[in-house]
């Protein structure tokens, strides 16, 4: 089975790709210090936080959406927002950035110099909240909503498409060659669902899962790789075909992380991270948090982000304590760790090293 490995300069939009890989295209800082916070007391939330472009950072906070500098925090620009905006991570674009609610969609001007945020689009709608958006390959800016639909933006001309596919969705949907890819609960049942994206998404087919899905799909080669039901699934994405399933070894709560030849997963409240083939599902590498900290009751807190050099970033809790880390798989290591950081989302790594991350309990900070 091939393997595509993607690209990416820096996480622009919910889990760096549009395949959910969560690369960051970054080489891993060897050590870190808290460079800048913003005290925000509604925090993120349990959304994916925040996103960078060079210089630029932009944030999903409760109630409010943020734009920042990884330099320092002289320049901020925070503006309304309803709270379940912090559900949809922001979409930075040459043309703007991509905040969205379950009442409006806008894009914002990139100028940390004005007051006020300048609005350069902007669509209200009904559809729930957006988890999201995720540029497809023919001009369209597609999410998943909390009402189950799956609405296409137009970028040519911010016309809004959205078609009714299911009761509600909760992650994030993976966008590839045309076709969004998104898990469901339907009564007992989860399905994964693929669907064409254009003026009127269809459903193409989807694909039977034991229970409900807490993992956004990753996209690679075309298969799809979820978890549903306490099983984890590789799909064929032509027919939405079962490749192989197995039993998980706890509660799968955040995405797969695609490193190469296999896929990086959390299954709570083990310690024991492990890294499964993607062609069988055969088990090809492990480390285990609790042997690094010392602490057995340590566990993933985050979706976590891999570097260009293979290190995974991630958030942690212990008995007491929360940490932001990273971890090099290779020589089963914890190259640094932060403590005190309770971590909302998914860390993203600046091309000038900085590392970002929102907070459950307070805006971003930025440690470098």
Same mark, same amino acid.
């Given at each position: ?8 300069? @820096? /996480?622009?939009?919910?889990? /760096? ?14 050590? +870190? ?5 913003? !005290? ?9 936080? /925040? ?30 927002? #309803?709270?379940?905006? @912090?559900?949809?991570?922001? #979409? ?13 969609? $806008?894009? +914002? ?9 300048? +609005? ?28 189950? *639909? ?29 076709? @969004? ?9 989860? *399905? ?15 694909? @039977? ?49 695609? =490193?190469? =030849? ?12 492990? &890294? ?16 690094? %900290?010392? =602490? ?16 995974? %970033?991630?958030?942690? &809790? ?8 990273? +971890? ?10 932060? !403590? ?8 993203? $790594?600046?091309?000038?090293?900085? %590392? ?13």
């Amino acid at each position: 089975m091939e393997t595509i490995l993607s690209v990416v300069a @820096a /996480c622009v939009m919910a889990h /760096c790709s549009p395949g959910l890989t969560d690369e960051s295209g970054q080489p891993a800082p060897q050590q +870190v210090s808290r460079a800048w916070d913003v !005290r925000y007391r509604q925090g993120s939330g349990t959304g994916l936080g /925040c996103v960078v472009e060079n210089e630029l950072v932009a944030c999903s906070l409760r109630y409010a959406g943020w734009l920042g500098s990884t330099l320092d925090k002289s320049s901020t620009l925070t503006f309304d927002m #309803l709270a379940d905006a @912090a559900a949809s991570a922001p #979409l930075i674009l040459d043309e703007g950035v991509v905040f969205a609610d379950s009442s409006r969609i $806008i894009l +914002v001007e990139k100028n940390l110099s004005s007051r006020s945020p300048v +609005v350069l689009q902007e669509v209200n709608h009904q559809y729930g909240t957006p988890i999201s958006f995720i540029p497809s390959d023919n001009g369209f800016l597609v999410a998943n909503t909390s009402l189950g *639909y799956i609405i296409a933006l137009r970028r040519s001309d911010w016309q809004i498409f959205a078609t009714k596919v299911s009761d509600s969705f909760t992650n994030t949907a993976a966008v590839v060659d045309g076709n @969004a890819y998104a898990t469901a609960f339907e009564g007992d049942t989860g *399905y994964l669902y693929k669907v064409s994206i254009g003026e009127a998404p269809a459903v193409v087919h989807r694909t @039977a899962l034991a229970g409900q899905s807490y993992a956004s799909p990753l996209v690679v080669g075309g298969f799809s790789y979820t978890d549903g039901g306490g099983r984890i699934y590789a799909i064929d994405n032509s027919a939405g075909s079962i490749l192989w399933d197995q039993p998980a070894l706890g509660a799968v709560r955040a995405s797969f992380v695609h =490193d190469g =030849d296999g896929f990086w997963l959390f299954e709570l409240p083990n310690s024991r991270v492990r &890294k499964l083939q993607y062609s069988d599902g055969a088990e090809l590498d492990d480390f285990d948090l609790a042997s690094m %900290v010392n =602490d057995p009751a340590i566990r993933p807190n985050s979706v976590a982000t891999i570097t260009s050099d293979g290190i995974l %970033v991630f958030g942690m &809790k212990g008995a007491r304590r929360t940490w932001l880390g990273a +971890v090099d798989p290779v020589s089963d290591t914890m190259l640094w760790q932060y !403590r005190g950081i309770d971590t909302a989302g998914q860390p993203v $790594i600046a091309p000038d090293g900085t %590392v970002i991350v929102g907070r459950r309990n307070g805006g971003p900070i930025a440690l470098r």
